[in-house]
């Protein structure tokens, strides 16, 4: 599958959900362990596979 991660903004929180079965998602280095959701704060870092999200770019965009 090509989606691997789900992002979301309820209540003015951030959070992440693992939606992928085979590939990891870590947040700050370290391997989330199950699917979520995983809360989020400004200046985490979100790497799914190759890419790499940083939560203030993040924030921003889900404010818009």
């Known amino acids: 599958s090509r989606r691997h991660a789900s992002f979301s903004n ?11 079965r085979t590939n990891k998602l870590l947040l700050n280095g370290i391997t989330l362990e199950g699917e979520g959701p995983h809360r989020l704060q400004v200046g985490d870092r979100v790497i799914d596979g190759s890419v790499r999200t940083g939560l203030d770019k993040l924030a921003t965009a889900l404010r818009a």
């Open 10 to 20: 309820d209540e003015r929180e951030l959070s992440v959900r693992n939606v992928s």
